[in-house]
């Protein structure tokens, strides 16, 4: 696998996929980044998670558009366009070590209806449904929401490999409305978690970071971001 920073040079845009990949829209940065694996034949070949640019240096403004890129294949620079900082990625981990980690999840859980086809629900919103209109900007429905969320995470960590030994923080929560052409809209929202995992499986912990957590990776989720603590 294949760990990169990815960098745009926004001159180089449309004005529609300027105004797109700046506004952080999931769809066009998932195009974008298609470029950068340009003789692959088959399924995405990568995850991806957008940020903005908070280094300091004296020749790049601040809060322009990076993205983290993991891949099975190495990235091919796209030359006037996309600028990539590409490195081997293989974790040597072993039982019981402990990681900081960063995740844009999208959580979801499986809804079966008597007699009707099943859907995937939106955890947090299936936490804030039992409050009234009224009752939705309590701290009350907000601790139902982060606990749901906390919750989804949890429940799927034992089979992806690690644990957590503390509660995650909890960051952003945003619904997308993505429109992909020809009408066809997706909807999905996405949660941010940060905090302290401890891997249990090395070997199903590493098949996770390959192929992501959860839903929606084809527009920026799944990814873990670690660092040693």
Known sequence: MYLSRVKVDLNALSRTMLFNVMAGEAYSAHQLLWQLFPEHVGERPFLFRQEMDETEHEAIPKGLPLF???????????????????????????????????????????????????HRADVLMAAKKPFSREQRKSVECRQAMDDAARAWLTQRAESAGFTLPVEPELGAYRQHVLNK????RVQFSTVDYEGLLEVQDPVVFKHTLANGLGRAKAFGCGLFLLRRP
Not at 74 to 100: C, I, M, N, T, Y
Not at 181 to 184: A, E, K, M, T
């Open 68 to 118: 983290y890129v993991l891949s099975s294949r190495e990235p091919v620079p796209v030359e006037g366009l996309l600028s990539v900082d590409s490195k081997p990625f293989a974790p040597a981990l072993q039982p019981g070590d402990r990681l900081a980690f960063r995740l844009r999840a999208n959580p979801t859980v499986a809804k079966a209806e008597k007699g009707k086809r099943g």
């Open 181 to 184: 052409g020809s009408g066809q």
